[in-house]
């Protein structure tokens, strides 16, 4: 059985797609009192976290480098402003359907809709007579954005493609239709279960069609929600496709472009997720010689581009971590590409650790050179 596995993405290529992330947040301190008139310092500033269209996490990641975000104090009572002003709150614009924990896994609120608020340091108390008109320090820790995700794997296709029979043949039973609070579409969610008990889950979403990107309403909800799992699955058909007696045929190499094409447009920031390539419907006669042609298409795909219109060729090809042809009908294939989903999901969760373990190093050495 005929599969590659690449290693890490590229991710100089795309900056890498960005599903959490961790920040330092302050509330400002308080503001001083002022003991001879009685005057109470003003308070400090809060720390919020705001749900705004268009913003995605790895937006907040390239614009503010060191990830600190800290409210301003409040100001000390005067003479002229027996009450000090208060500290002016601090934003962090987020994407909508987010999570926001403390580093011990606390969370403190969810960000579901547009304009959604959660507040996540508080700013201090200025003096006053109570405190000996000495001003308190803000709230101060680490907390973490994380992207809700529908599922591990999103299924890419199009509508032909088998997708909903082939989640019906990995997860062994009829797929779940899943809601959301954050979202409006409803994916067909399946689960895989392995020998060890480990799950793991897999999102029908509903069919691509050529032009997506530029159908504002089924196409984008569809891309979307790719954002929303950890990597992708792409799915085509051995023999290709044609949509409709008007539309052209697709081979199953012109599928693989077209569709990387469609998340390009989209956002190309998705292409940077690792992806998987299931090569569908083995059953069909003439399958093995299609899917030697397909693999020699894929190794050197510039050499083929010709085959597809200029505007529809991808500015980077995608590097697939595993290629692995199945019939969803007899069930040939299944098990090998299940054991690569897992190999894949895998690599990157131990990846996944070791940078924040290694994010913590740095700030204890930060915190200890600081002492020093």
């Not at 108390?125 to 709230?139: D, I, T, V």
């Not at 954005?145 to 299924?155: F, Q, R, S």
Request: hydrophobic share 40%; aromatic share 8%.
């Amino acid at each position: 059985r005929f599969h590659y596995s690449f290693c890490v993405f590229d991710s100089l290529q795309y900056g890498n797609f960005v599903d959490n992330l961790r920040l330092y947040v302050r509330g400002g301190s308080g503001g001083m009192g002022l003991p001879r008139l009685g005057g109470q310092g003003g308070k400090g500033g809060d720390v919020w976290v705001v749900a705004t269209k268009n913003m995605t996490l790895k937006r907040i990641k390239d614009k503010f480098p060191q990830k600190r975000f800290v409210a301003d104090a409040g100001a000390n009572s005067g003479v002229r402003a027996l009450k000090g002003e208060r500290g002016a709150d601090k934003e962090i614009l987020a994407p909508v359907g987010i999570t926001v924990t403390t580093d011990e896994s606390r969370t403190l609120g969810d960000l579901n809709v547009e304009g959604d608020r959660v507040m996540v340091a508080k700013g201090g108390s200025g003096g006053s007579l109570y405190s000996a008109f000495q001003p308190s320090k803000g709230e101060a820790k680490h907390i973490r954005l994380d992207l809700k995700l529908i599922a591990d794997m999103g299924l890419v296709g199009f509508p032909n493609a088998g997708k909903s029979s082939l989640l019906t043949a990995l997860s062994n039973a009829t797929p779940q239709i899943a809601s959301y609070a954050f979202t409006t579409l409803k994916p067909e969610i399946g689960k895989l279960i392995y020998d060890d008990y480990k799950q793991i889950s897999v999102a029908d979403l509903p069919g691509l069609i050529e032009g997506a990107h530029m159908n504002k309403g089924m196409g984008h909800k569809f891309l979307k929600h790719v954002e929303r799992t950890k990597q992708l699955l792409f799915v085509v058909d051995v023999c290709g496709f044609q949509l409709a007696s008007k539309t052209p045929f697709r081979s199953a190499f012109e599928a693989v472009q077209l569709l990387t094409k469609e998340l390009e447009l989209y956002k190309e920031e998705l292409l940077s997720k690792p992806a998987l390539l299931v090569v569908n419907k083995m059953d069909l006669p003439d399958a093995e010689d299609k899917l030697a042609e397909l693999k020699e298409q894929l190794q050197n795909p510039e050499e083929f581009s010709d085959l597809l219109p200029e505007d529809m060729i991808p500015q980077n090809y995608l590097t697939f971590r595993h290629v692995v042809p199945v019939s969803a009908i007899t069930g040939f294939g299944i098990s090998h590409l299940k054991s690569c989903v897992r190999q894949s999901l895998d690599e990157d969760a131990a990846l996944e650790v070791k940078a924040t373990h290694r994010e913590k190093l740095q700030a204890l050495r930060k915190q200890s050179q600081g002492r020093a």
